[in-house]
């Protein structure tokens, strides 16, 4: 157990729906980041924050999905007018300044767009 | 049950065997390597790490090997066990303070 938790660990919606996403870091950690995963391949970043500044957002990271970090301690993902192609695991990991880079992850939420 | 189009690489293992699992990293100004396992239905979990200023680092059961000069990352793990059946990623650290992860090896240790 690494300490991050993730809610839903499963989510099926129907398309054009938004859906939110919760993790909660490791108390201690920082850094907070937010990655995607489909099947068969490596997590690919999203974005990340840094106390509650969101620091840096992939190209990936549409108009259709925001994250916020509002305290600097637990993190939500929304993806509005979700779409099949939004279908994936979406892992959050975190961790602290000087750790080299080193994230401890969530068991992730899988989300399944129908 | 796994998608007909997954592609991952795969290593067949025999039980008690070291497993060598090799990675080839894109980024020369890369410093910092992490392998990370995932089991399935489970997130990354961190097995070890390597500076750019080291050549190989050991764990338990684990070694890694960094070669700078063609970009190559391996994980060695000895005496293979049933447990060590996952999917292995390699993840390199650049400028800024995100991982970028490789595509993934799985492991099939067989009995």
């Known amino acids: ?114 | 049950g796994e998608s007909v189009g997954l592609h991952l690489p795969t290593l067949s293992v025999q039980e008690g065997d070291n497993s060598i699992i090799n990675c080839a990293y894109s980024n020369s100004a890369s410093d910092y390597f992490i392998w990370y396992k995932q089991e399935s239905g489970k997130g990354p979990q961190f097995i070890i790490d390597i500076r750019s200023n080291m050549d190989k680092r050991q764990g338990q059961r684990v070694t890694v090997l960094l070669n700078k000069t063609v970009k190559h990352l391996s994980l060695q793990i000895a005496a293979t066990q049933p447990g060590d059946s996952a999917v292995y990623f390699c993840a390199e650290k650049a400028a800024g303070n995100k991982l970028t992860f490789g595509g993934g090896t799985r492991v099939l240790v067989k009995p």
């Not at chain 1, 259709?64 to 305290?71: D, G, M, Y």
């Open chain 1, 1 to 114: 157990d690494t300490g991050v938790s993730q809610n839903p660990r499963h989510k099926i919606t129907k398309r054009g729906q938004n859906v939110t996403f919760r993790c909660d870091p490791i108390s201690e950690h920082n850094r907070l980041y937010w990655y995607r995963q489909t099947l068969g391949q490596g997590p690919e970043f999203l974005t990340y924050f840094q106390n509650e500044a969101q620091l840096e957002k992939s190209r990936l990271l549409s108009d259709r999905f925001s994250a916020e970090r509002p305290k600097g301690s637990f993190s939500t993902l929304e993806i509005q007018r979700t779409e099949q192609g939004d279908s994936a695991m979406y892992l959050c990991a975190s961790s602290s300044t000087g750790e080299n880079g080193k994230l401890f992850f969530g068991s992730g939420t899988q989300l399944s767009v129908l």
